[in-house]
């Protein structure tokens, strides 16, 4: 019998095949995931796409077409350029730990959910047939690395939704209907490269863009106005023509007009067109004097201008011969003869004490200011502690064996210099041709500024010593503070020059709010420096077991955010940079702290160095935080999850990791502590005492629960970075 209506034979078949598959729902993806793909696969109109389904299904064991998974999480979903329809819907946040989404050059339409996913990094819907405004959303995004929403019909303007959008590379909305000015937080874009705003009616000034490390900006075709900040006319790829500005940039007051000649456009002169130079107009006041310049009177002023001149001439040439004649008179009075040398021939003009510093050509130019003596008084007291072991622990500040060559000059007496980095060019490793150094953000210094600014790295400001060489504080001229990290001999005779410079390039493309900055470097007679920005709230491991007063006023749900920055930061690590980088030297002394106890991971990139230290293991192993397999040589992103186990351990006890002082039994915190982390009554008793309770009971639970995990004996058990973010998110 044929059905009468046929949305009750739809639904019919819905039934009967919900019937037929609900025994086999069971399977490798997470639940969660499953109901978030099938919602999606029904919002995309059921397109024919390989073994996906409206509902039920394995995603991650049955290979769906552009799926991607990490154990049993969805974490990309790749289907750009396959002709796919319907709209977008609120479940798409329910993706547990989604990374990608690509549904680029497709004809998805309607607007854009408010509810996407928090663990999203990179988010492409751009060449689609989107409408409506941008979702304001985005600002919970904290992970976004790249959002590409070009070429749709969205309208509105930009929301102010980037304050904690601090990792975002690249943005693209070019191509849409937006109009507006651009929102303050756009300020807040502190990582930002590229940024595509062509073909849209944005408006008013780009002064919120002139302190951005931009690369690439193409705001072409829009109605900005005003004059052009300068620092914008220094991006390698700048598109700005279709708008119209004022002028091509802020005049300085050295070439600005007399007020009695204004600035008018030239008849052919049309706005935007930054090529046309606009003529002079005459004001009316210099228009009614035109009768004072008749020939006599041009005459009469040239006679009067030469008579000036003859007279400015003849009393500079008296001054000159003043100032020479007094000059040599003093020198003969003075001889100069402190200074000599007995036998010294006195017409050589050049002193011994003044130094010659070698400059390298290609790699940076050296401003000479002035000459001055390196001051014997400390920059400043600096706090213990940079990412190192620090002098409480008894460590002896300067090795023996760590000491780095003397440089080929005199100490007491440097010259005061200027670093200027060297604007597009890079400094390239022949041998991988993927590592570049951009010299434009990372700044190349010499020895003689690095010593200025350390006092000659004198013990004053000497902050600690790691693994990888000691660590001073330094004073920029500017004022800005930044710590110097002296790679050691050991570590440094493992790497040629040309490899330093690829390490060099390789940590500074590590962008990430949780990660510390590289700044600078230093690749001079045959010495390794890298100079990374400062904390100065000291590292976690002294905020936990040396700061007893700073350790009581630290709260639950402080531990639970640091936690969660150090976990992001080796999330990053792990599945943000291709090929994923581990870390190695995952430690409490090496989480800094900021003015707001932000996290900021410390050592990253470095494992190449660490890689060949014959003592990695035994240095490692004896503090606490190595993981099993480490004893056999092997290390993975596996073993920095076990390290950040450790971490929280600290956290949620107030223990050392390792610490003799205390019985033997409870020397190692993971062997003392694993025993408990699933019994509650217990887990209460090993809480550090200084929270006196303020913590709820479920959240000790669960985050005992996400340690279990991480530092289980098997590397296979534990659980990816991912999935650790998103469980410590869910406890904020």
């Given amino acids: 019998m044929g059905c009468v209506n046929y949305g009750v034979c739809v639904g019919f078949v819905v039934v009967v095949f919900t019937a037929l598959t609900a025994p086999f729902c069971a399977g490798l993806t997470d639940p969660r995931d499953v109901a978030a793909i099938n919602s999606l696969y029904v919002a995309l109109d059921f397109p024919p796409l390989d073994k996906w389904l409206p509902l039920g299904g394995d995603p991650c064991g049955d290979s769906w077409q552009g799926v991607l998974c990490v154990f049993s999480n969805v974490t990309e979903i790749r289907l750009n350029g396959m002709n796919l329809g319907g709209t977008l819907v ?46 304001e959303s985005l600002a919970l995004l904290s992970q976004l690395l790249d959002l590409s929403l070009g070429n749709n019909h969205m309208t509105g303007g930009i929301p102010d939704a980037f304050q904690q959008l601090t990792g975002l590379i690249n943005l693209d909305l070019s191509a849409n209907n937006l109009s507006g000015q651009l929102p303050p937080s756009t300020v807040d874009l502190s990582s930002l490269n590229t940024l595509h705003l062509q073909n849209n009616t944005l408006s008013g000034l780009l002064d919120v863009l002139q302190d951005l490390h931009l690369t690439d900006l193409n705001i072409e075709n829009n109605l900005f106005s005003g004059p052009i900040p300068t620092k914008l006319l220094a991006i390698p790829n700048f598109r700005k023509g279709g708008n119209p500005f004022n002028t091509t940039i802020i005049p300085s007051p050295s070439t600005a007009l007399s007020p009695s000649i204004a600035w008018a456009p030239s008849p052919g002169y049309a706005p935007g067109n930054l090529a046309d130079v606009p003529s002079i107009s005459i004001a009316p006041k210099f228009r009614s004097s035109r009768k004072f310049w008749t020939t006599k009177g041009v005459i009469g002023i040239s006679i009067t201008g030469a008579a000036i001149l003859f007279v400015l001439g003849a009393c500079l040439f008296v001054c000159r011969y003043c100032r020479d004649r007094k000059v040599k008179k003093d020198s003969e009075r003075n001889d100069v003869g402190a200074y000599k040398a007995p036998g010294e021939n006195p017409n050589n003009s050049k002193s011994s004490l003044q130094p010659s510093l070698p400059v390298e050509k290609g790699s940076y130019t050296v401003e000479k200011v002035s000459i001055q003596p390196v001051s014997k008084e400390p920059i400043m007291k600096p706090q213990d502690g940079y990412g190192v ?63 200025q600014c350390t006092n000659s790295f004198s013990e004053e400001n000497f902050i600690g010593e790691g693994m990888l060489g000691s660590v001073y504080i330094a004073e920029l001229p500017d004022g800005k503070l930044v710590a110097v990290k002296k790679v050691g001999i050991t570590a440094s005779r493992q790497q040629s020059d040309d490899e330093f410079l690829g390490l060099v390039s390789r940590i500074s493309k590590l962008q990430h709010p949780n990660i510390v900055n590289l700044v600078g470097y230093c690749n001079e007679h045959r010495q390794h420096l890298l100079v990374y920005e400062y904390c100065g709230n000291g590292t976690l491991h002294d905020l936990l077991h040396v700061d007893e007063e700073n350790h009581k006023k630290l709260s639950w749900n402080m531990r639970i955010r640091m936690a969660l920055g150090a976990a992001r930061a080796l999330q990053y690590l792990h599945e943000g940079c291709q090929p994923p980088i581990v870390h190695r030297n995952f430690k409490s002394a090496n989480i800094l702290l900021d003015e707001k106890l932000a996290v900021h991971v410390s050592d990253c990139g470095l494992d190449l160095l660490l890689s060949g230290s014959t003592t990695e293991f035994s240095g490692r192993y004896a503090n606490g935080y190595g993981a099993p397999e480490l004893e056999s040589g092997s290390y993975t992103c596996q073993s920095d999850v076990y390290s950040l186990g450790v971490v929280m351990l600290e956290l949620l006890t107030g223990r050392k990791s390792y610490d003799r002082s205390r019985p033997r039994g409870e020397h190692s915190l993971v062997r003392w502590a694993i025993p408990q982390l699933h019994d509650i009554d217990a887990l209460s008793k090993m809480v550090d005492p200084s929270l006196n309770g303020a913590y709820p009971v479920k959240s000790l639970s669960r985050f005992a629960d996400i340690i279990s995990r991480c530092v289980q004996w098997e590397p296979g058990f534990r659980p990816p970075m991912s999935e650790i973010v998103q469980d410590l998110l869910q406890m904020i």
């Fill in 90 to 135: 609120d479940s798409l946040g329910d993706f547990k730990s989604i990374i990608v989404l690509d549904l680029s050059n497709n004809h998805i339409g309607g607007s854009i959910p408010n509810n996407l996913p928090l663990t999203i990094r990179n988010f492409s819907l751009s060449g689609n047939q989107f409408t409506g405004s941008i979702p």
């Fill in 389 to 451: 072991d620090n002098r409480r622990t008894g460590i002896n500040p300067k090795p023996q064996d760590e000491q780095l060559p003397p440089p080929p000059f005199p100490l007491p007496l440097v010259e005061k210099v200027t670093v200027k980095p060297l604007a597009p060019a890079e400094v390239t490793r022949s041998d991988h041709p993927s590592t570049s150094l951009n010299s434009g953000s990372t700044i190349p210094f010499t020895i003689a500024t690095l010593q």
